[in-house]
């Protein structure tokens, strides 16, 4: 069983920065797969990026390549999302994801069992 805490997050001028943090409880949390997916208002909920177990691999949506970047610390149980260049179709809210299928780096939601309660970023333009 993990338990995702998610904070940061907020209003923001376009190409402005910001950073993510998703706290996870549990000792086995370094076994776990961690991503980031958002939903804007009236759209699916989409893969952002993910990061390997280790934290040696990541895996990016064309959208934010470049702009976007996720790193953990397995000590802290802790995984960071940082935005920078946001732009206004950045605004969304971003949930924080774990998945035991540390063979892959998957963008589809159905193999991320846990789920952190979503935080809301807003790119005024």
């Known amino acids: 069983q993990v338990q995702l805490v998610q904070s940061g997050g907020g209003l923001v001028q376009a190409g402005g920065s910001l950073r993510l943090s998703c706290a996870a409880s549990g000792r086995t949390f370094s076994r776990y797969v961690l991503a980031w997916f958002r939903q804007a208002p009236g759209k699916e909920r989409e893969f952002v990026v993910a990061?390997?177990?280790?934290?040696?691999?990541?895996k990016y949506a064309d959208s934010v390549k470049d702009r976007f970047s996720l790193s953990r610390d397995n000590a802290k149980n802790t995984v960071y999302l940082q935005m920078n260049s946001l732009k206004p179709e950045d605004t969304a809210v971003y949930y924080c994801?774990?998945?035991?299928?540390?063979?892959?780096?998957?963008?589809?939601?159905?193999?991320?069992?846990?789920w952190g309660q979503g935080t809301q970023v807003t790119v005024s333009s």
């Open positions: 990061i390997s177990s280790s934290g040696a691999s990541t």
């Open positions: 994801a774990a998945s035991p299928r540390s063979w892959t780096l998957s963008p589809a939601r159905e193999v991320y069992e846990y």
